[in-house]
């Protein structure tokens, strides 16, 4: 019924850049929040950005100044703009969105992930 489908991964030296992106799909009312998280291997899966329907953003601390994040309502679709990439960004990045349906209240929504791996 939903489904969320990234993008824009890949392998890229240290000091490059990367823009992934994230669409929607389904019987979509309303998306009310979209993030973007990353997890490691070996560790834990965690928060890199969050985007409300207004325009609110966070971001984690180790990416401040770096990514940004922004979505497109209309085309239900969150992007990841991440410049000056380090190694320590190398993760599988999930799209997570917070959304309702025509058939059921919000829940939240799960991506299949996208490797971006950042070589020294």
């Known amino acids: 019924q939903v489904q969320l489908v990234e993008s824009g991964g890949g392998l890229v030296q240290a000091g490059g850049s990367l823009r992934l992106s994230c669409t929607a799909s389904?019987?979509?009312?309303?998306?009310?929040?979209m993030a973007w998280y990353r997890q490691a291997l070996g560790k834990q899966r965690e928060l890199v950005a969050q985007i409300t329907g207004g325009g609110t953003t966070k971001y984690a601390d180790s990416v401040e100044g770096r990514f940004t994040i922004t979505r497109d309502n209309a085309k239900n679709t969150a992007y990841l703009q991440m410049n000056n990439l380090k190694p320590e960004d190398t993760a599988v990045y999930y799209c997570n969105a917070d959304l309702g349906t025509y058939y059921s209240s919000r829940n939240n929504y799960w991506g299949q992930g996208t490797q971006v791996t950042v070589s020294s």
């Open positions: 389904g019987s979509i009312f309303r998306i009310y929040v």
